[in-house]
């Protein structure tokens, strides 16, 4: 990777300060620097990506700058597992979306399923399930996301992307149980920058990308803004209603103001809308029998005896009568002041967000007949408005003994209403903060819907000294607490409480949770190209309500209203090198965590009861590794691998399941390929990638009942394009080998296939 690529996010606001002479740290000019300084300074750096030659000379992976531990670190010296991908990574591996990248890191896996907002990632053993919490923190331009549903929306215009392995909680709190996601939007400058993007594929895909950026007032105030849009018709086609049922189109933007007020003080000002509309919960449920004579509709005779529930049972067809319905509403804001001091650096982030989601589709088994008992309809709508305010205060970063602190506050606002309806043929009813009981053409059968007012407060601090010249002990601790407030809709068809009316009345419930993130580490610099580090740290994952009434709809043995909170003691040990004058990169680690109180997801289609319970133990262990050659310039090589064993300890709902593989999880998951950029002359280049991504087996449930096989997908590029990296004109194929497999399997024989083979053409300028 070219030296300027790497280089690029060193000008990149983060609440750092004054450049260090310490080994594996960088920082902010100083306060005394002038405003034009900075300013040029950061033109020059963003401004490298475009410049890049196509025949890079060997790799400088030290220089590239990490964001995601409070102050700016380098990546080779910073003590923690990491991948980042870089501006030139991202154009080079056709990064669109967060499965792509997470597709390229190591022990890290995502289900994107259901509707635009609802995803899963699993991270070092650490899931996420329906419903509930991510087991990241996602910090998008310092901002830290609010609710789960912001994270599934398109990337355009990124400068870099971080993944940051194992707990994060002393920094970013309570959901960095497992690790953190930074990603740094490009900044503007002094230079004008415009970027065009657009794309063509199979299945009616269209996207289009358009960014400006520049000056306002030289030196002092810039600009950036950006759009894009997607359009895609989709390849899964539901072959009773002859139409496609994985469509999409969204709609995204983005406006950024910076203002240098004064050499010390720096705001920035952006906002952002993503409009989604689409098809949703394209499932199938696997032991219905249809009928011989009518193929997309149940056997009367033996309505639910097909086969036996198979995670690798995979069908690419639908038959539901109802074709399911997904819009998904985005609109957020931030603002953010830097104040840099000599002896330290202030930095405020004020952020909002608001996302409304609806989903109207066929109700289980998702077939052709309706009316009979056998089928209806099911509806979700839910409602966040969420703002949240963090500050810090951080020393200088060339000190022996360096420090940070600061407070953080989060408050939620949510109404989600979940429904399901009786299937008259005459499509599905819109259902929000009111059941349509009496609604004849969509009759609500149950209805549950609540309104939730959560708060969390913390105060954070963390520690950093050089007992040494090469070897420094770090300390953090984050106190969080949590605050959780319900209320119930008393016209739910179910668990509404004794004396809840709509005239008022107990219709409350309340539930505090509370818990201390510490995290010491270790690390030596055995020289510039070698480092050592060892940390241990305790993360923490707040409980929260299943909704109310499902657990009684359920009628499951230990299933309840509330899921106790999640906590997971993580230690961790691993290496950062750089060989043959920095041509080879080897990274390493290993970790072994104990998770207390994992969540894990259950549905009962006939009640449309959405349920989430908490295996009591969980051992983890495993470990990363990721290397890159540069074998010629331009001509690179890379490879990672990450491996996760998984054991259930303890599981009162079912003391059967203790020793099996816990849920969620891919045994391992593996990146290998090569990449490369060759000029023919001062105007034309060449490009091309080829990749394979690896997944291990997989199981849904803690009986182990079926587990996904492993699989393969071979990913390739090829393309010309202008040695400066300006213009280029590429073609692609991902999943080359069409491999079919099921992007999500529910326990009981619920299962989504992921998409087909995807192929297309895209070309782009920079100005």
């Known amino acids: 990777m070219p030296a300027g690529v790497e280089n690029a996010f060193a000008a990149v606001d983060t609440a750092s300060d004054p450049p260090t002479k310490r080994q594996g740290q960088t920082g902010k000019p100083a306060a005394t620097s002038t405003a034009k300084a900075k300013a040029d300074s950061t033109q020059a750096a963003v401004a490298a990506p475009v410049a890049a030659p196509a025949q890079p000379a060997a790799p400088q992976s030290e220089a590239i700058v990490v964001t995601g531990l409070s102050r700016q670190q380098k990546l080779q010296s910073a003590p923690v597992s990491a991948t980042v991908f870089t501006a030139a990574n991202i154009k080079d591996a056709h990064i669109q979306g967060v499965s792509d990248f997470i597709a390229l890191t190591p022990n890290v896996s995502i289900t994107q399923a259901q509707q635009a907002g609802v995803s899963f990632i699993t991270i070092r053993g650490i899931t996420q399930v329906r419903n509930g919490q991510s087991p990241v923190a996602v910090i998008v331009d310092g901002v830290q996301q609010m609710d789960s549903r912001q994270f599934t929306q398109d990337l355009y215009d990124v400068g870099q992307i971080e993944v940051l392995r194992g707990p994060q909680g002393d920094l970013w709190g309570r959901n960095a149980i497992g690790g953190a996601i930074v990603i740094n939007t490009r900044q503007p400058t002094n230079t004008f920058y415009a970027h065009a993007d657009a794309q063509f594929g199979n299945g009616a895909d269209y996207r289009g990308k358009i960014s400006f950026a520049g000056p306002i007032v030289k030196d002092r105030l810039f600009y950036d803004v950006n759009f894009s849009e997607h359009s895609f018709g989709g390849l899964l086609e539901n072959v009773y209603l002859n139409k496609t049922v994985d469509r999409s189109n969204e709609y995204t933007g983005r406006g950024h103001i910076k203002a240098v007020i004064t050499d010390n003080l720096t705001a920035d000002f952006r906002v ?25 509709f149940l056997d009367p005779t033996n309505p639910f005896g097909g086969p036996a529930p198979d995670a690798n049972r995979v069908s690419r067809t639908f038959c539901a009568n109802n074709r399911g319905y997904n819009q998904r509403d985005i609109r957020n804001a931030s603002f953010r ?27 289980f088994p998702y077939t052709a007949t309706h009316g009979s008992g056998y089928d209806g309809t099911q509806t979700q709508w839910a409602q966040n408005t969420s703002w949240e305010d963090e500050f810090r205060v951080t020393s200088r970063s060339d000190r022996r003994f360096r420090w940070m602190g600061g407070g953080y506050f989060l408050d939620t606002r949510d109404y989600l209403a979940s429904t399901t309806g009786a299937d008259t043929g005459n499509g599905i009813a819109r259902v929000s903060t ?115 009434g499902t657990a009684e709809a359920a009628n499951l043995p230990g299933v309840y209203n509330t899921v106790k909170p999640e906590v997971a003691n993580t230690v961790e040990a691993g290496f950062k090198s ?20 994992s969540f894990y997801f259950l549905f009962v289609g006939s009640v449309g009861a959405q349920i989430l319970v908490n295996i009591n133990k969980i051992h983890l262990t495993g470990g990363e590794l990721e290397a890159k050659y540069s074998i010629l310039p331009g001509l690179d090589v890379f490879a990672n691998g990450g491996y996760t064993h998984s054991s259930i300890t303890k599981y009162t709902f079912d003391r059967a399941d203790q020793g099996n593989w816990a849920p969620y999880i891919p045994e391992f998951t593996a990146n290998i390929g090569v990449q490369y950029h060759h000029a023919f002359n001062r105007w034309l280049g060449f490009f091309g990638r080829f990749d394979v991504e690896a997944k291990g087996k997989q199981y849904w449930d803690p009986e182990n009942a079926t587990p996904r096989s492993a699989f393969n997908l071979y990913n390739l590029q090829v393309g010309v394009e202008s040695p400066n990296r300006k213009w280029s004109a590429t073609f692609y194929v991902n999943n080359l080998t069409d491999t079919r497999y099921n992007a999500e399997y529910v326990s009981g024989g619920f299962a989504q296939p992921a998409e087909p083979r995807m192929l297309g053409g895209e070309i782009q300028y920079t100005y």
């Not at 952002?272 to 997309?296: L, M, V």
């Not at 840099?340 to 004020?350: D, E, K, V, Y």
């Not at 607490?481 to 739910?492: A, C, D, G, K, T």
């Open 272 to 296: 952002g809308f993503d409009e989604t509309q689409g098809g949703a919960n394209n499932y199938h449920y696997q032991s219905a029998k249809y009928d011989p004579s009518r193929p997309c």
């Open 337 to 363: 002041l830097v104040y840099t001091q000599p002896f330290a650096t202030f930095s405020n982030t004020l952020g909002w967000v608001k996302i409304n989601e609806y989903i109207g589709t066929d109700q």
């Open 434 to 548: 009111s059941p349509l009981y009496g609604y004849a053409p969509n009759q609500t059968l149950t209805y549950f819907g609540n309104s939730d007012h959560n708060q969390d407060f913390a105060l954070f601090g963390h520690l950093s000294y050089d007992i040494l010249k090469n070897l420094t002990a770090e300390f953090g601790y984050r106190y969080d607490w949590n605050s959780l407030n319900q209320y119930v809709n008393p016209e739910s068809s179910g668990g509404v409480p004794a004396g809840c009316t709509m005239s008022g009345g107990s219709c409350r419930r309340t539930r505090w949770f509370k818990q201390g993130q510490p995290k010491g580490t270790l690390t030596y610099h055995v020289n510039p190209n070698l480092t050592f580090f060892v940390d241990y740290g305790i993360g923490f994952r707040s409980g929260q309500f299943n909704q109310n």
């Open 578 to 597: 750089q060989w043959f004058h920095n041509r080879l990169t080897l990274n390493g680690s290993f970790f072994d965590t104990r998770d207390r109180n």
